[in-house]
């Protein structure tokens, strides 16, 4: 069985990655017209495509454990996009259907079903989305205060390219993430001022979020190969979820996840005084307590 689910996750990977480079290709060779006929290839593999995705919404909705809400759970709303635009395509007219066909471009999130690095970097982001929202406020009052400045002071002197309040915040969006196009730029002392401090205020703020990033991501990466390291028996696995069912009372996703990494430290930590205690003489180990004189040691048992 779990050779056969194996062998079938494989298939729609293989599907997911076909489907993509199909409608690439389509995109870059085929022109569709107005009636949105297409090469008759490029159609019957997104009849394939959608058919197998199809079987699969289906299958995984029929085997899930609460059929009620599982329409509903992020996955099978991911699922659901990849097939929607195929059956969207006989409800509206021709004008939309080139639209519709553009959303199919929505499959690469079932990418992240089998993919362990995308899954990780969402893990990343979740660990430090608190820093992230205070990192997005900065941004936000960067933006509306070097954008404000930058538009009072240039209006004036450049009204073709700063006519409008937005045309100061998208200067301001482009300069604090040190794209700077150079079409449009300030020609005043204020707004050269302005565009002076966003610009040390971008590189300070961007350099934050790499290292942000980056440190989160590598801390994620150390986890998971410590929890590949300790590889967690089924017992192990049992004795957490006593602990767990011990408090008495519901949990949110964080509180469990803390509780569950606490445990792995522990077992990881007395694993490591095992297996260094392990290379001790029998003396030694009497010595420190490790072991009664005869006894064998934990993990020499069975």
């Not at 690469?108 to 362990?116: D, H």
């Not at 050269?192 to 966003?198: H, Q």
């Not at 986890?223 to 192990?236: A, D, F, H, Y």
């Amino acid at each position: 069985m779990a050779r056969l689910r194996l062998y079938v996750e494989i298939f729609l990977q293989l599907v997911i990655g076909y489907s993509l480079v199909i409608y690439f290709i389509e995109l870059e060779t085929s022109a569709l017209n107005d009636e949105g006929e297409g090469h008759p290839f490029f159609m019957w593999s997104e009849k394939a495509v959608a058919a197998i995705f199809t079987v699969e919404y289906l299958g995984r909705w029929a085997l899930a454990k609460k059929k009620r809400f599982y329409p509903f759970t992020p996955m099978a709303l991911v699922d659901l996009l990849a097939i929607l635009p195929f059956y969207m395509g006989f409800l509206v007219d021709m004008r939309s259907l080139r639209l519709v066909r553009t959303l199919r471009v929505l499959r690469i999130f079932k990418v992240y079903r089998y993919s362990a690095a995308m899954r990780s970097l969402l893990t990343t982001y979740g660990k430090i989305r608190y820093e992230l929202y205070v990192l997005a406020g900065a941004i936000l009052l960067v933006v509306i205060v070097s954008g404000t400045i930058v538009y009072e002071a240039e209006r004036d002197t450049q009204p073709d390219k700063f006519a409008r309040y937005s045309d100061g915040l998208w200067w301001s969006v482009v300069t604090l993430t040190t794209v700077g196009y150079g079409d449009v730029y300030p020609v005043t002392l204020t707004g050269r001022l302005a565009a002076g401090v966003t610009l040390l205020v971008g590189l300070g703020t961007f350099a934050s979020f790499i290292s942000l990033v980056g440190g989160a991501f590598m801390s994620t990466l150390q986890e998971q190969g410590r929890q590949k390291e300790l590889r967690i028996s089924q017992r192990t696995a049992c004795h957490i979820g006593e602990v767990l069912g011990m408090l008495g009372r519901p949990m949110n996703e964080d509180e469990a996840n803390r509780l569950i990494d606490t445990a792995l430290d522990v077992l990881y930590l007395r694993e490591k005084a095992w297996t260094s205690a392990a290379s001790l003489p029998q003396e030694a180990l009497t010595k420190r307590g490790l072991a009664p004189r005869g006894q064998p040691l934990p993990h020499e048992e069975g």
